[in-house]
T-cell receptor
Framework: AQTVTQSQPEMSVQEAETVTLSCTYD???????LFWYKQPPSRQMILVIR??????QNATENRFSVNFQKAAKSFSLKISDSQLGDTAMYFC?????????????FGKGTKLSVKP | GAVVSQHPSWVICKSGTSVKIECRSL??????MFWYRQFPKQSLMLMAT?????????EQGVEKDKFLINHASLTLSTLTVTSAHPEDSSFYIC?????????????FGPGTRLTVL
């Protein structure tokens, strides 16, 4: 069974600084997807970034980028130029390739606070 | 982008009553929807996978008779909490699996906060 571990329950960062959130996972699959979701106080889940395991290039979306280390089963999220609106819970999630048989497996989340 | 709605956004009910929560995919057809439960300051816990036209698949430990799921059309899944009790109070979130090229992506509804008195 797949598991997702986020070892940082809470983190804080100063506005405009850079922060990295950690995520490790365990799977015997070779093809899969990894996601970072953001859940702000409104509690709406928002997709931040997605990585396909077969792609070696790390995904980037504006200020958000990942460091995907497949051999180490590590998938960290870097937020550059942090903004107050980045304050939220961040969940790392795993999905098996060929997702018709699968569902998202979430980590326990990291609460990020961006301070002015 | 794909939009998923939930109704109601919050509900308060008396113990022993039943509550129905609707999840709709507004601009796409979703053959598969998921229902999650989230306790305060915790992660999302998958309750069941809802497939259009067939019975839902429940996760271990989720009571099928308490949490009734109906996926009667390609755009609507409902979760009915039967004979609700205070311990059923929680935040319930649905998601719908994207069809087509983004088959691997799920779109989430805004959630429903249930309070059972």
């Amino acid at each position: 069974a797949q598991t997702v571990t986020q070892s940082q329950p809470e983190m804080s960062v100063q506005e405009a600084e850079t922060v990295t959130l950690s995520c490790t996972y365990d799977t015997s699959e070779n093809n899969y997807y990894l996601f970072w979701y953001k859940q702000p106080p409104s509690r709406q889940m928002i997709l931040v970034i997605r990585q396909e395991a077969y792609k070696q290039q790390n995904a980037t979306e504006n200020r958000f980028s990942v460091n995907f280390q497949k051999a180490a089963k590590s998938f960290s999220l870097k937020i550059s130029d942090s903004q107050l609106g980045d304050t939220a819970m961040y969940f790392c999630a795993f999905l098996r390739y060929g997702g018709s048989q699968g569902n998202l497996i979430f980590g326990k989340g990291t609460k990020l606070s961006v301070k002015p | 982008g794909a939009v998923v709605s939930q109704h109601p956004s919050w509900v308060i009910c008396k113990s022993g009553t039943s509550v129905k929560i609707e999840c709709r995919s507004l601009d796409f057809q979703a053959t598969t929807m998921f229902w999650y439960r989230q306790f305060p300051k915790q992660s999302l816990m998958l309750m069941a996978t809802s497939n259009e036209g067939s019975k839902a698949t429940y996760e271990q430990g989720v009571e099928k008779d308490k949490f009734l799921i109906n996926h009667a059309s390609l755009t609507l899944s409902t979760l009915t909490v039967t004979s609700a009790h205070p311990e059923d109070s929680s935040f319930y979130i649905c998601s719908a699996r994207s069809p087509g090229p983004l088959y691997n992506e799920q779109f989430f509804g805004p959630g429903t906060r249930l309070t059972v008195l």
